[in-house]
Nanobody, 128 residues
Framework: QVQLVESGGGLVQAGGSLSLSCAAS????????LGWFRQAPGKEREFVAA????????YYADSVEGRFTISRDNAKNTVSLQMNSLEPEDTAVYYC?????????????????????WGQGTQVTVSS
């Protein structure tokens, strides 16, 4: 069983920055593909970013490309999301997710159904 716990959310003004972190349990963390998703009020959950097992390959949603950076520390069992130049449209609950199936890392990991473990989420609110 894998448990994911997000932290780092909060309230920030537009143009500001926040860093989210997700701590994972499990001895095989380094074999997980990891992702961040978000869900705004009244909207479906959407892909934000994903990272492969080594941390050397990533995918981003077009809406966050160039502003957000996903990274991981396999020694600390954590995955992070650095968010810069935040916009009110970034307001959402942010979730980290993990895939333990050891599959090839490809564009399919933009989809929610590729992940089998989810955190509880952390709220990010960007004021205008």
């Amino acid at each position: 069983q894998v448990q994911l716990v997000e932290s780092g959310g909060g309230l920030v003004q537009a143009g500001g920055s926040l860093s989210l972190s997700c701590a994972a349990s499990g001895r095989t963390f380094s074999s997980f593909i990891l992702g961040w998703f978000r869900q705004a009020p009244g909207k479906e959950r959407e892909f934000v970013a994903a990272i492969n097992k080594s941390g050397k390959s990533t995918y981003y949603a077009d809406s966050v490309e160039g502003r957000f950076t996903i990274s991981r520390d396999n020694a600390k069992n954590t995955v992070s999301l650095q968010m810069n130049s935040l916009e009110p449209e970034d307001t959402a609950v942010y979730y980290c997710a993990a895939d333990s199936s050891r599959r090839y890392f490809g564009p399919s990991f933009r989809a929610m159904d590729q992940y089998d473990y989810w955190g509880q989420g952390t709220q990010v609110t960007v004021s205008s």
